[in-house]
């Protein structure tokens, strides 16, 4: 099955209709967004989770406006296929909405924002009309809402009752009603999330909601099984970097204790009886080599911040 080529609102509308399943994952920097865009996936979240994965929060309550903006600007600056959404935080869409269309007005204008997310029902309905008013694509978010902490009290299943279920399907009707393209199903009963994503013509994205659903969305840290103590039933990993990261860190923490890095083949030489590219150190007079840079040595998984040359043997 084809799949277009840049990841518009129109473009990922027209998925639902053709049946095909959207992705998204989260992504809070560069070299993250640099990987899912190339992967190929059809959405990248900049997430309020980035209060708890890179932040160390303990929920998302204490992320601003100015960290989506930042957050934002670093994933956008470099994705060339993936829509980009980014959270709204916390209070940012609260107290009114007019407050609300400025601060999405920022996610897009200092963020790079393709469309801007924000949790609620019913409740954000004249937000959403605000927001879309302005030309700025909005997803929804219902269920288990992270910015709710304390009222839901803690990361809790929502919906499991008949009538809280109800509620939920009017929510995300009224959420479709005021225009949002989208909307996150996230912790809800498996079944209501596909009577749900029947009822609505615009794609649903489940966490935590079943295979009902138009698309999927898992925070990236989880995917790659960063953390070894945090394992959800509603998260499959997919790698466990974890334990690799902590072994490559032991490995370079052992080399360099040891003396064995940095051996011959990562350190500059001297080209005998030549002159060319001399540069003056800290100590003696040191030669680099016209076609080297002076700057650190080059990290790929950087995209490139070290010279460009491979290094001489
Ligand atoms: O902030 C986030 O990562 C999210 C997803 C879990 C949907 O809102």
């Not at 999405?104 to 949790?119: D, N, P, T």
């Not at 509603?234 to 080399?255: H, K």
């Not at 002076?294 to 043997?313: Q, T």
Request: hydrophobic fraction near 40%.
């Amino acid at each position: 099955m084809s799949r277009p080529k840049a990841m518009t609102v129109p473009a990922l509308r027209g998925m639902k209709r053709k049946g095909q399943k959207l992705t998204m994952l989260t992504a809070y920097d560069a070299t993250f967004a640099r990987l899912l865009d190339r992967a190929g996936v059809d959405i990248i979240l900049v997430g309020d989770s980035v209060g708890m994965v890179v932040q160390g929060q303990p929920n998302t309550l204490g992320v601003t406006v100015d960290h989506m903006a930042y957050h934002g600007t670093a994933v956008s600056r470099v994705v060339e296929r993936s829509h980009v959404v980014v959270d709204m935080p916390f209070l940012s869409y609260h107290v009114s909405d007019e407050e609300a269309v400025r601060n999405a007005g920022r996610l897009v204008q200092e963020g790079g924002a393709h469309s801007v997310k924000m949790e609620g029902g019913r409740e954000r309905a004249s937000t959403i009309e605000a927001i879309v008013r302005a030309q700025i694509p909005v997803m929804g978010h219902i269920g288990l809402t992270p910015q709710s902490f304390h009222v839901q009290g803690g990361f809790k299943v929502q919906g499991k009752t008949e009538s809280e279920g109800q509620r939920l399907l009017e929510d995300a009707l009224a959420v479709e009603a005021a225009g949002a393209w989208s909307i996150v199903l996230e912790g809800i009963p498996a079944s209501l999330a596909t009577e749900i994503s029947r009822a609505l013509t615009i794609p649903t994205i489940g966490i935590g909601a079943g295979n009902g659903c138009d698309g999927q969305v898992l925070v990236i840290y989880d995917v790659l099984g960063m953390e070894e103590d945090f394992k959800p039933k509603f998260v499959r990993r997919y790698a466990s970097l974890g334990g690799v990261v902590t072994e490559a860190v032991e490995n370079y923490i052992a080399d360099v204790r040891s003396g064995a890095f940095p051996d011959d083949a990562h350190s500059f030489h001297k080209r005998a009886g030549s002159a060319k590219g001399a540069v003056r150190s800290a100590g003696p007079v040191t030669e680099i080599g016209s076609n080297q840079d002076e700057r650190p040595v080059n990290s790929s998984a950087s995209g490139g911040y070290g010279p460009s040359e491979s290094l001489p043997a």
